[in-house]
């Protein structure tokens, strides 16, 4: 799946990821007032909402870009309904072509992880019949458990040919608190970063590993560090946009061979159209107004790496 | 919900959790074969077996425990159909009247961590009404991106009166991997330690704090380290049993006044019938087995706690 992905990336000259975040707040009102009136005004209508909004700017961007992350806990706030939604939405995205890049960053005890692994990249085998929960592309990973937590991800993307990314630093403010701990003087992300590397060894792709890592765009200086200590890791770089990360900052996350990273927007993406840049296509049409901010990110992105002769 | 649990522990006398994680291996046969004749072989009679499975064990220690645990990836590795049956799960061991503390270990930037706490701890509001997702008493928390991946956890907590529980020292073997690093000389769980202190000093009960940490039976000496060190703080052991955890080993986590921790056991209960130590119950009175093994820790850990004079 990451040569996949890789091939994807090329294809389309977007190192971008759309994150298909929805909160109420971002959902437009006829959508809303749709599907309540279908399924009233609850968390079924709100479900029903969620899957319409993220088909309208699927539909819209499913040329321009590689992959799509929906986060999971703004579908698991709306309980069941809301988990349903994150399903459909998944099935819509593989569909249309998309990778699709979980962000669920689970992590427990070895038995515990397994059937994390089982339920969002896996299979359970049932009566000698095989089913699938999510059916994720790639999930993100918490390490705080250190390898017993991450390896059983790793075993069930061995057979499913699917991928992981490991939190190493993450792009929230507080993300030094622990992190950025000092061990034999180095931060405890370098460490992290260290294992990733190590455990992505043992699951290599083409010319980069099934596992990757997770460096927030808001970092860059770290980012940088963490590039040169995982040369074959991909890396996934949330934080630009609406957290304040730049293009001129994501340079860092890429290798020379201008591959290495795929940056994630979410609501700079999905709602667009609340933006002043883009109010001019009105809220019935927020789904150009995405297509529109993912074309513009694309050429920050070129026109920082083509400056840095990436 | 943290005098409420602290009240059912000195009313049972039994600072004991049920972990209710079931697995296929672990489900009676006979609870299987009978879902499966109504529901079919598939994700929906598993669900609908694991409800019965979870009913059976809840009947026959509620009035002996203070609280249950279910692990959601347990359920979650069966998709949609295994989340309802964790839902299910929850709402009747609540009618049952055991506190119900979700091990769902989740953990992000700040506004995606609100949603989590939303969806298992909170409500959401749609057209005017709440709703609620999934109403645990308790969560499980994961600390790795620090005070604004924890922060949102408690702000609902404030508004609900309920609590987390803040993995600090995990049960499993990797677990020092990463959390047993030194920094300035002392291993970084007594950082996370220290700060779950700082956090529930905000956010009080009557004795203890509604944020509570997780700590591992399998790491007795550091138990006994982070128990002076976070003094008003509700310890959730996990390890018991299957893990290796003893009752001797036990002691440590628990203060003078004899509170302050709360032991789970997972298989070690709901799958007694299958130790040799129950085989005599038999797999259809694998309830009755639990029901035992629950007195039995009881005993363990009352004879651990007389011995210590705790």
Redesign the interface.
């Known amino acids: 799946m990451i040569n996949e992905l890789i091939k994807k990336i090329k294809k389309t000259g977007a190192p971008i990821v759309v994150g298909l ?1 929805p ?2 707040k971002l959902i437009p009102k006829h959508l809303l007032e749709k599907a ?1 009136k279908e399924y009233g ?3 079924e ?2 479900a029903q909402a969620i899957v319409e909004y993220n088909r309208g700017i699927v539909d819209a961007v499913a040329d321009l870009v590689p992959a799509v992350k929906p ?1 999971i ?2 579908y ?5 309904p ?3 939604a994150y ?1 459909k939405t998944i099935q819509y995205c593989k569909e249309k072509g998309l990778v699709v890049i979980g962000d669920i ?9 397994e ?2 692994a ?3 990249l896996g299979k ?1 085998t ?2 000698g ?1 095989d ?4 059916e994720e592309d790639f999930a993100t990973v ?8 991450v390896k059983p991800f790793m075993e069930v993307c061995r057979q499913e040919k699917r991928g992981i990314f490991v ?1 190493v630093k ?10 950025d ?4 003087g180095r931060p ?1 992300y370098e ?2 970063g260290e ?1 990733v590397a190590a455990w992505g060894e043992d699951l290599m792709g083409d010319g980069y590993s099934y596992v990757g890592a997770v460096v927030g765009a808001t970092y860059p200086e770290e980012g940088r560090i963490l590039r040169k200590l995982m040369p074959r890791t991909y890396i996934l770089v ?1 934080g630009y946009g609406a ?1 304040g990360g730049k293009g001129a900052d994501l340079v860092h996350f890429f290798n020379e061979d201008g591959l290495g990273a795929i940056i994630n927007s979410s609501r700079g993406i999905i709602a667009a159209y609340q933006q002043e840049k883009y109010a001019a296509y009105g809220e019935e049409n927020y789904a150009d107004a995405a297509r529109q901010a993912v074309l513009d990110m694309k050429t920050d992105i070129k026109d920082a790496l083509d400056a840095a002769g990436k």
């Open positions: 975040d909160t109420l309540y005004e609850n968390p209508g709100v986060q806990a703004m698991e706030q709306f309980g069941i809301g988990l349903i399903q960053k689970r992590g427990d005890i070895g038995s515990t992880s059937a994390y089982v339920g969002h359970v049932i009566g019949a089913y699938r929960g999510f918490n390490p705080y458990l250190g390898s017993d937590g939190l993450t792009s929230n403010p507080s993300s030094g608190e622990f992190q701990q000092k061990i034999d405890l460490l992290v294992k949330p957290q």
